[in-house]
């Protein structure tokens, strides 16, 4: 009898890379982060598609999740579902709070 598929392995089989092993972890380790990435790709797409006709800076989509993940695992979460075909970066651009202007992703709309 096979395996059975979980809806987080079917999520992270769509992500070429869903965690970048920066810190070259192994095993249960390594396990553990990219299941924590996988999930908070999942919670990032998600907000998109609750807003699904506006579009968002990382730093609207970080504080929008109540600050509950990293602002660089939000934007790494922005970068993949976008290399992924999920999200599409805008030409818009809004202040951050630190003053920077950033650009805006958005839901795509081709791939809802």
Not at 22 to 44: F, I, P, W, Y
Not at 101 to 107: P, V
Request: proline residues 4%.
């Amino acid at each position: 009898m096979e395996p059975m598929t979980t809806q987080l392995d079917i999520f992270a089989s769509r992500f070429s890379t869903v965690y970048h092993n920066t810190t070259h972890l192994k095993g249960e380790e390594l396990r553990h982060e990219q299941t924590r990435a996988s999930n908070q790709d999942e919670v990032v797409l998600k907000f998109f598609r609750n807003s699904p006709y506006q579009s968002f800076t990382p730093y609207q989509v970080y504080f929008g999740l109540g600050q509950q993940f990293d602002r660089n695992s939000v934007r790494r979460a922005i970068t993949d579902l976008t290399d992924a075909g999920h999200l599409v970066k805008t030409e818009e651009r809004r202040r951050s709070p630190a003053g920077r202007m950033n650009y805006c992703w958005k839901l795509n709309p081709h791939r809802q």
